[in-house]
């Protein structure tokens, strides 16, 4: 609190009493006018039963209602949006859910195909082999249709020579 010095007397005297006046300060501070000392440390000075200005009241009141409304709007704003998101939960689980069939059937489509190409494979082997073997014969049939145009063309040749002599 103060600083005490070593004035003798007078130093000690001084402190006693501002020590005094800070304990009558602090006991004036807890004290209500109708009740006496109370325990309280609490700054305000509403007392139930004092009178109190109605315009004060008022605007208390306003405040309080408008408050009320102000946290009731923000209340149910939130529970809307809670709501919302809860739906759109849901319509994501559905969809998800459908998804999931789709892609489930697609699934099934594809091994049944894969098990059909399986079956299908010596078959397709087989007529890949065929096409093989049709392309060297139509290759050996060019070779013999150009093979008997030289011919012809040279028993011709010849002909003209034995019908010439």
């Known amino acids: 609190m103060s600083s005490v010095k070593d004035t003798g007397k007078e130093g000690t005297q001084s402190d006693n ?6 304990e009558l300060d602090g006991n004036l501070r807890c004290e209500s006018p109708k009740r006496g000392t109370t325990l309280s440390t609490s700054t ?22 408008k408050t009320g409304e102000y946290l009731q709007e923000e209340l149910t704003a939130t529970h809307a949006d809670y709501r919302l998101l809860e739906r759109l939960n ?8 459908e998804l999931k069939t789709i892609s ?3 699934a099934h489509s ?11 494979q010596p078959v397709l082997d087989n007529i ?11 290759q050996a049939a060019y070779k013999l249709a150009a ?6 063309a040279k028993f011709k040749e010849i002909e003209k020579e034995n019908s010439s002599k």
């Open 17 to 22: 009493v501002s020590v005094d006046n800070l």
């Open 44 to 65: 305000s000075s509403f007392e139930a039963l004092d009178p109190h200005d109605p315009n004060l009241s008022r605007l208390a009141n306003t405040m309080f209602q």
């Open 90 to 97: 849901k319509e994501a689980i559905e969809k998800y859910a």
């Open 104 to 106: 489930t059937n697609v």
């Open 110 to 120: 594809l091994d049944t195909l894969n098990q059909k190409y399986k079956k299908l």
């Open 128 to 138: 890949n082999q065929i096409d093989d073997s049709v392309t060297k014969l139509e």
């Open 147 to 152: 093979y008997s145009k030289r011919l012809e």
